[in-house]
């Protein structure tokens, strides 16, 4: 019996069945990062892209003697083509991107602006949140979803503000994060169940194959968390402010927060970056990232170009010499 | 004369009413006593153990889903379950579940949660004394639950598959006499051929997944062991068993996609004598 273990143990049957393809050469992985976009991505119609023919354009610049380092930037130059921030190639070496979408675009955004010109007194930082007081108007930034966004935390802010005129949420500059974070800080700034969107995962091998569209809502706290009141939610107007930079999970915040009746948007147009990523280890070790789905608004407008604001408002050439932040000056006057 | 033909009517009746409630009593009694019998005779025939024990295990999985490459390591688990032998039957069920620390050639780190519950009833062909030899029925609910945190959005990937099929056993005293009589081998394979197979979509935010039906080809598992029985001690009912155990499980999302999922097991377990 133990020799018939060892034995097994040893050859491992099972690996009759898989193709295990570390070390690929240049063109198998060049294939692999192709297929795998082609069978997962879902922008190509909205992007316009045709991917066979970038096949053909990058396929030919693949030869087997080529380096990693040389592979990798005929595959980042072809994944840049999708104009997609949510598609990257990972090596040891680089990371692939492409940030036209806010390098592209004005600033609209200093942090280091706002302490100096505007917050006359120390800022209080509770947990992922930037909070000041400007009297009337309560001030929150926060720069990345990725830090937990917690019920104590937004407790005592809506609890510091409960008695202002309104608030004012600060998301420039901010690049994205953890979904839940966005959806639990929207859920305190309504007292009922919104619609704010529809969402459709890819699902097949043709690039138009997607799920029905499923509806997203933001549930009010008042109704997720037993044992709540309306002093832990805020009704009063917000303004959230907005840039190019905004990407990603802030892209989803904005429009959670656009489909609230007390809120109003100012500022930039956002990045986008609907597309929720799905991954894939290559056989060479590298790690691709791909959007694999499609956010649209109630009225089925794609999100992943950004969202538009309510006001439109931009920090000129002018404005940067003069260390203002008209679009945080400008939210202030919606107060008066 | 009316009157006498109403009491003898209404005595008749009560008399026989009587005589059927006696009449099913006694049937009752009797009854009962050859369940009784029946219970007795049964029990002299049957042997019960409960099974509990540990897995030691090793895994080599690829899943196409979220890497191109073999992800192997292994990880330990707990087993309990039940075997009864009756005549010329032979049930077993067993529950085992564990955890598997898998890391790809490139060093991406997977936590694997595997569950695994198997059902057989056997009937012994032919009826021998010697050795028993067993074929059945056997229904399998298996999954497999891959946590890998490189992978972000994809972070937890897992099929979920229940399947029936068939079985066989065989088991047979190592030697008629002398020193290691007691110790019994045994070797078991489950070949499922109707499966229930779910895994996900994208194991995005809202995970959509995909349910299917197959037969074999579509998807494929075995599961095969052997193993020694072994006595405590001498005059003592319980027993050992040592047994190296491999599940294989090959199924393919579509024609592009697969996972193929292969862990080999020692497993130790008590056998406890119920009966």
């Not at chain 1, 598609?87 to 070496?93: H, R």
């Not at chain 1, 959806?183 to 309504?190: F, G, K, L, M």
């Not at chain 1, 656009?258 to 990045?271: A, M, R, S, Y």
């Not at chain 2, 057989?120 to 999954?143: E, M």
Request: negative net charge.
């Amino acid at each position: 019996m133990l020799s018939v273990a060892i034995i097994c143990l040893a050859t491992s049957c099972e690996k009759v069945f898989m193709d295990d393809m570390s070390n690929s050469n240049s063109r198998e992985v060049f294939d692999e990062v192709w297929q795998f976009i082609d069978r997962n991505y879902s922008y190509f119609d909205y992007k316009n892209v045709d991917w066979n023919e970038l096949y053909d354009e990058y396929s030919a610049q693949i030869d087997e003697g080529m380096t990693d380092e040389d592979l990798f930037n005929v595959l980042a130059r072809m994944l840049y083509r999708l104009h997609d921030g949510h598609v990257n190639l990972t090596s040891d070496f680089d990371r692939s991107r492409n940030w036209t979408w806010f390098l592209e675009a004005d600033a609209n955004f200093s942090y280091d602006l706002i302490e100096r010109a505007y917050f006359s007194e120390e800022q209080q930082i509770v947990g992922p949140f930037i909070v000041y007081d400007f009297g009337e108007v309560g001030y929150v930034y926060n720069g990345d979803f990725s830090n937990s966004v917690e019920g104590k935390h937004l407790d005592y802010i809506i609890d510091k503000f409960s008695e202002h005129k309104g608030m004012i949420i600060d998301v420039r500059d901010n690049g994205g994060g953890i979904l839940g974070n966005a959806r639990r800080w929207a859920s305190r700034y309504t007292s009922e169940s919104v619609l704010v969107g529809k969402r459709r995962e890819r699902n097949g091998l043709n690039h138009n194959d997607f799920t029905a569209w499923h509806d997203e809502t933001i549930d009010s706290y008042l109704t997720d968390y037993e044992g709540s009141t309306s002093s832990d939610i805020f009704l009063k107007p917000v303004v959230v402010l907005t840039n190019r930079s905004c990407y990603s999970t802030t892209n989803y915040f904005v429009q959670y927060m656009n489909e609230l009746e007390n809120v109003t948007i100012v500022g930039d147009k956002t990045g986008g970056g609907s597309g929720i990523p799905t991954y894939k280890e290559l056989s060479n070790g590298w790690l691709l990232r791909v959007s694999a789905t499609q956010f649209v608004t109630p009225e089925g407008i794609e999100t992943e170009g950004g969202i538009d604001p309510d006001i439109h408002v931009q920090i000129s050439a002018e404005d940067w010499l003069n260390q203002r932040d008209t679009i945080l000056e400008f939210a202030l006057t919606l107060f008066d | 004369m009316n009157n006498l033909l109403y009491i003898y009517y209404y005595f008749s009746v009560i008399t026989f009413i009587f005589l059927s409630i006696n009449l099913s009593f006694a049937q009752n009694v009797d009854k009962k006593e050859q369940r009784k019998a029946k219970k007795e005779l049964r029990l002299s025939e049957t042997t019960k153990y409960f099974n509990i024990g540990f897995v030691f295990s090793k895994s080599n999985v690829l899943d196409e889903r979220m890497s191109s490459l073999v992800q192997s390591g292994s990880g330990i688990g707990l087993y309990a379950g039940g075997k009864t032998y009756r005549k010329n039957k032979v049930r077993e069920y067993s529950m085992q579940a564990g955890y598997e620390r898998l890391l790809s050639p490139y060093d991406m780190l997977s936590h694997q949660i595997w569950t695994q519950f198997n059902y057989t009833h056997l009937y012994q062909l032919p009826k021998r004394n010697d050795y028993i030899f067993a074929v059945g029925p056997v229904a399998n609910i298996v999954s497999n639950t891959r946590v890998t945190k490189d992978l972000s959005n994809n972070i937890v990937n897992w099929e979920l598959l229940g399947s029936i099929g068939i079985a066989a056993y065989y088991e047979q005293a190592i030697r008629r006499s002398g020193r290691f009589s007691a110790w019994v081998f045994f070797a078991d394979a489950q070949v499922p051929f109707l499966y229930y197979v779910s895994r996900p979509n994208y194991a995005i935010s809202s995970p959509v997944w995909r349910d299917n039906v197959k037969i074999t080809g579509g998807a494929n598992r075995v599961n095969a062991q052997v193993g020694l029985i072994i006595p405590v001690r001498k005059n003592n009912p319980n027993l050992y068993r040592i047994s190296y155990q491999w599940t294989f499980l090959h199924n393919k999302d579509n024609e592009f996609q697969k996972v193929v999922n292969g862990r080999h097991a020692l497993v130790f377990i008590f056998l406890i004598n119920a009966i």
